[in-house]
């Protein structure tokens, strides 16, 4: 199984951007749609984006798109997030998974048998 080791995160204000990133470790990340969680406090673990593993399929909630990119680098095992715009709303711990089954849906959370640890993002007003 991959291991995921998120970084990236930090404090930034609204309207800025920052890249989060995903090592992955092991031989098999080529095998794996990966894909991008949050949670704030309080609430559940939503989904943020996710790519196929091909790279060429990506993924996103509504309240992301067009603010997002996720992309993967085969060459370094790693996956990112460029996040653009950020709003305050955007604050949350942010995990990196992995998924192996390709009939599972991107989208939901159950899908992933891998995890990170998070990285703790945080827009200031």
């Known amino acids: 199984q991959v291991q995921l080791v998120e970084s990236g995160g930090g404090l930034v204000q609204a309207g800025g951007s920052l890249r989060l990133s995903c090592a992955a470790s092991?031989?098999?990340?080529?095998?794996?749609?990966m894909g991008w969680f949050r949670q704030a406090p309080g609430k559940e673990r939503e989904f943020v984006a996710a790519i196929n593993w091909s790279g060429e399929g990506t993924y996103y909630a509504d309240s992301v798109k067009g603010r997002f990119t996720i992309s993967r680098d085969y060459t370094k095992n790693a996956v990112y997030l460029q996040m653009n715009s950020l709003k305050p709303e955007d604050t949350a711990v942010y995990y990196c998974?992995?998924?192996?089954?390709?009939?599972?849906?991107?989208?939901?959370?159950?899908?992933?048998?891998?995890w990170g640890q998070g990285t703790q993002v945080t827009v200031s007003s």
């Open positions: 092991g031989r098999t990340f080529r095998s794996y749609a």
């Open positions: 998974a992995g998924n192996r089954d390709m009939r599972l849906s991107l989208r939901l959370e159950r899908s992933y048998d891998a």
